[in-house]
């Protein structure tokens, strides 16, 4: 069974596009997040959740929303898509009795 | 200056040298320090995890925390051509909590 999915593993999408990223954990952990990877390889927080309450929000575009219905699920939208949204979209989840999170596969997302 | 400075590399070794990656911070205040690799088009995971300076060993990987310095440091012995990835370091104040990555470092071990 998979630890952290998300889904889809890869989006190409036009300019202007809205999309929506999904993850899942099925670990219990109480926090899920989403990082950015850009070209060169830096993981960027973008959001947290813990128990529904958004604890972290970086300085991201509020094009990006995340939206987490369950403690289980932190999905990501994203509106009106932009050519520097382009990267790979990590989702992660870790809880204050482990050690480091788990990362899911990554999602690569290609604005055209 | 960034929370976490990283050399991103390229860093290229034979099979079998041993290998020493690094990274500093800026704030003290700093606990948790961990290292992540991650292979080509996957996620990172978790390598080896510290909160104490000094030497934590698991296998052919070392991890070494030098809080005074703050500096750490990540060595593989007898380096394998499956160590080829990207290999980040991670601090964080507290467990598990808003967690900062460096830039990752990309090694490659040569056969």
């Known amino acids: 069974d998979t630890a952290v999915s998300q889904t889809p593993k890869y989006l190409v999408t036009q300019m202007g596009n809205d999309k929506s990223i999904k993850c899942e954990q099925n670990l219990g952990h109480d926090t899920m997040y989403w990082y950015k990877q850009d070209s060169k390889k830096f993981l960027k927080i973008m959001f947290s959740?813990?128990?529904?309450?958004?604890?972290i929000n970086e300085t991201v575009p509020n094009r990006f929303s995340p939206k987490s219905p369950d403690k289980a699920h932190l999905n990501l939208h994203i509106n009106s898509l932009e050519l520097g949204d382009s990267a790979v979209y990590f989702c992660?989840?870790?809880?204050?009795?482990?050690?480091?999170?788990?990362f899911g596969s990554g999602t690569r997302l290609t604005v055209v | 200056q960034k929370e976490v400075e990283q050399d991103p590399g390229p860093l290229s070794v034979p099979e079998g040298a041993i290998v020493s990656l690094n990274c500093t911070y800026s704030?003290?205040?700093?606990?948790?320090f961990m290292w992540y690799r991650q292979y080509s088009r996957k996620g990172p995971e978790l390598l080896m995890y510290t909160y104490s300076s000094g030497n934590k060993e698991d296998g052919r990987f070392t991890a070494q925390v030098d809080k005074s310095s703050k500096y750490i440091s990540l060595f593989i012995r007898d380096s394998q051509p499956s160590d080829s990835a990207t290999y980040l370091c991670?601090?964080?104040?507290?467990?598990?909590?808003?967690?900062?990555f460096g830039a990752g470092t990309r090694l490659t071990v040569k056969p």
């Open positions: 704030n003290s205040a700093f606990q948790y």
């Open positions: 959740y813990n128990n529904k309450e958004l604890i």
């Open positions: 991670a601090i964080s104040i507290y467990n598990n909590n808003d967690m900062r």
């Open positions: 992660a989840s870790g809880g204050e009795n482990n050690y480091g999170y788990t």
